[in-house]
């Protein structure tokens, strides 16, 4: 049967037991960009959105997310969380999106960086899409996986 740690003897998905594995200081960081044409990042910078201060709340989203992932994503473990940020940085042609998940754990963070980047860009969508009906997200990615023994 194949070697995938997802998928049991028999061929059937199963959550992987990661109980014999030695907990370590884990770290992901995920990013992610969504393009919004020029009226739209003024309104940005001017917090004149009508759905109100749209970064603050994009980046309350993405960190709600992580906290949330086991709850999401079918196979994730559930993790004691020791640090989510998101930062948000308005650019020439969106905003870019920067996650960071940390944990003293058995398992990675990387699912939990990537789903709050990904809602923390949803967000960003849904307070926006008044406004603007061209914008892009893309390029969502692990940047960074670290692991360190205690």
């Known amino acids: 049967m194949s070697e995938f740690s997802h998928v049991d003897q028999e061929g059937k998905v199963n959550m992987v037991d ?20 020029a009226e739209t990042r003024q309104k940005i910078t001017d917090n004149s959105m009508k759905k109100g201060d749209v970064l603050t709340t994009a980046r309350i989203s993405g960190i709600q997310a992580a906290k949330q992932c086991s709850n999401l994503i079918p196979l994730c ?46 967000t960003i969508y849904d307070m926006c899409k008044a406004v603007d009906k061209n914008m892009i997200i893309s390029h969502i990615q692990l940047v960074e996986k670290t692991k360190e023994k205690l």
């Open 77 to 122: 473990h559930t993790l004691l969380l020791n640090k989510v940020s998101v930062d948000t940085e308005l650019t020439d042609s969106g905003v870019k999106v920067t996650a960071l998940a940390r944990c003293n754990g058995q398992t990675g963070v990387e699912m939990e960086a990537l789903t709050a980047a990904s809602v923390a860009l949803l």
């Open 18 to 37: 990661v109980g014999d594995k030695i907990t370590q200081k884990r770290t992901a960081i995920a990013e992610g960009t969504i393009s919004l044409n």
